[in-house]
């Protein structure tokens, strides 16, 4: 089902785009041949590693398949749109009206170089994303209080050593109290990822580095990989919570397992051993993979909620289907309920679609203020 979702654009090129033009049957073919090659990029993914999520080819290939990938796409998509409009013009003329070579070309030539320009955006070191957020009844020891978020790094074959290295440099350059990373670290094994994940060891704040799973961590061993981060001095909060101090003001940072835990076995997220022991009155700021539990967890008394896995919608228009698909949350920062969550659009995202347009991944550092009563 999931390789059969994906060939679907690929169909509706071949069919409606490539079909219709005025090439010669050898040229159809060959042309068909290469179009079904690049959108059965996840087939090969799966052949290469045993699983579509870590391709495990050269870096140069893996990008040439996301282009590949993401011209069909963009292309099937403008086909359609082209389709309507020209729909609309024969109900108004009341006739029919062929769709100009020209116009075929034009479309290919466009989904090729937006593609090819969100790959580019992809596959980039991140940006400085400064956030405030106002927090009620912060201690007036943590007003000011800096934490870098990073979340949905990838780290894989595309994201893979010297990208790993460059983030952390950046991340330790923003001198923070804090290191929180929401889940989504990888894509593949240890032994595959062994050598890409090592710079992650690097990271360096006062109170720590802390780290959560997200739903890629329960596809290549959940426990085996929370277990590998803490060697790498990074400290797995699992359904847990730690309690940190500035003298005598307090905060509490707790973080949860992602919703999809329980399909490999694992304890699902459980808010209220995350928080059980926790002092009372203190703010607690939760770390969830997943933003679709936002609103249970405004309900438990949580202050601030930081979340990922959106890669905030990657495409201006997909970011509404990917809002959809999470509770209407996919970017940036909601008030849910009288709590702050903020959403990162990701360090990194998925190399299975490494494209965006419109919709930059961050390197997120976050200022607490205390609220104005």
Same mark, same amino acid.
């Given at each position: ?16 785009? %490539? ?54 796409? %963009? ?84 994201? !893979? ?7 952390? !440099? !950046? ?31 690097? *990271? ?39 309690? *940190? ?26 808010? !209220? ?13 939760? %770390? ?7 609103? %249970? ?77």
């Amino acid at each position: 089902m999931f390789h059969l979702m994906f060939s679907i654009p690929c169909l509706l090129v071949l069919v409606r785009w %490539l079909w219709p033009l005025p090439l010669s049957t050898k040229s159809k073919v060959a042309s068909a041949v290469v179009l079904v090659l690049l959108s059965q990029y996840h087939l090969w993914s799966r052949i290469s590693s045993g699983s579509v999520f870590s391709p495990e080819f050269p870096k140069g290939l893996v990008i040439l398949f996301n282009w590949g990938f993401g011209a069909i796409l %963009l292309l099937a998509v403008f086909q359609l749109l082209v389709d309507a409009g020209t729909v609309i013009v024969m109900a108004i003329r009341r006739r029919r009206v062929a769709i100009a070579p020209r116009v075929r070309y034009g479309i290919a030539i466009a989904a090729a170089l937006l593609a090819a320009l969100g790959v580019n955006q992809a596959i980039k070191s991140p940006s400085l994303e400064d956030v405030l957020i106002e927090v009620k009844n912060l201690p007036h020891e943590f007003d000011g209080y800096q934490v870098v978020h990073l979340t949905d790094l990838h780290i894989s074959r595309l994201f !893979d050593a010297p990208w790993t290295r460059k983030v952390v !440099d !950046d991340a330790n350059a923003l001198d923070a109290d804090l290191i929180v990373i929401t889940g989504d670290l990888i894509d593949g094994n240890i032994a595959q990822r062994e050598l890409d994940v090592a710079a992650l060891r690097d *990271l360096r704040a006062p109170d720590g580095v802390w780290v959560i799973p997200g739903n890629h961590e329960y596809f290549f061993g959940h426990k085996e990989w929370m277990a590998y981060f803490a060697g790498l001095n990074m400290t797995p909060l699992d359904n847990s919570h730690t309690v *940190l101090k500035r003298g005598a003001g307090q905060l509490v940072l707790a973080g949860v397992n992602d919703v999809t835990a329980p399909r490999t076995g694992a304890a699902p997220p459980d808010l !209220d051993a995350a928080l059980r022991g926790a002092p009372a009155g203190v703010p607690v700021i939760l %770390l969830d993979h997943q933003p679709r539990n936002a609103r %249970l967890s405004a309900s438990r008394g949580v202050a601030l909620q930081l979340s990922g896995h959106t890669h905030g919608g990657m495409i201006v228009g997909l970011d509404r289907v990917v809002a959809h698909a999470n509770n209407g949350f996919v970017s940036g920062r909601y008030d849910v309920d009288g709590m702050t969550m903020y959403l990162n659009n990701g360090t990194a995202l998925w190399p299975g679609f490494a494209l965006r347009l419109g919709v930059p991944s961050e390197l997120t550092r976050i200022t607490l203020r205390r609220q104005a009563s």
